[in-house]
């Protein structure tokens, strides 16, 4: 299995651990010239935009730590991108979460991972 299955498998997960948690997923894989965003959701009126990390092992750092200012700023700015190009506007409540999949499958579900970043 390639980086990209691999990616697209643990990105799987975290879309089905969120639809257990009650988020409409809107988008995958969101792409601008800034960017991508990995999961684009509605958790009820709020507009969610998450970035899913895998680490097999915590050797390298967790997968929480990978999403580093220059990622949170890319982020944000492929946000902005996104709120272009879509019916919602930028009023809408927004929030940017990290989800990390452990080698074992298991989740961790950080909301509010960090604030908007221009």
Do not use: W
Not at 52 to 69: M, Y
């Amino acid at each position: 299995m390639n980086n990209k299955e691999k990616g697209y498998r643990y990105e799987d997960i975290a879309i089905s651990y969120l639809i257990r948690k009650g988020h409409k997923i809107i988008r995958r894989n969101y792409h601008s010239r800034h960017g991508e965003i990995d999961i684009i959701s509605l958790d009820g009126d709020t507009l969610v935009f998450t970035e899913c990390k895998f680490r097999s092992s915590d050797n390298f750092g967790s997968p929480l730590e990978a999403v580093t200012i220059t990622k949170q700023r890319r982020i944000c700015h492929t946000a902005m991108c996104f709120y272009a190009a879509s019916p919602y506007n930028e009023d809408k409540n927004c929030r940017f979460d990290v989800i990390a999949v452990h080698g074992d499958g298991t989740v961790d579900h950080i909301e509010n991972a960090f604030q908007y970043r221009g």
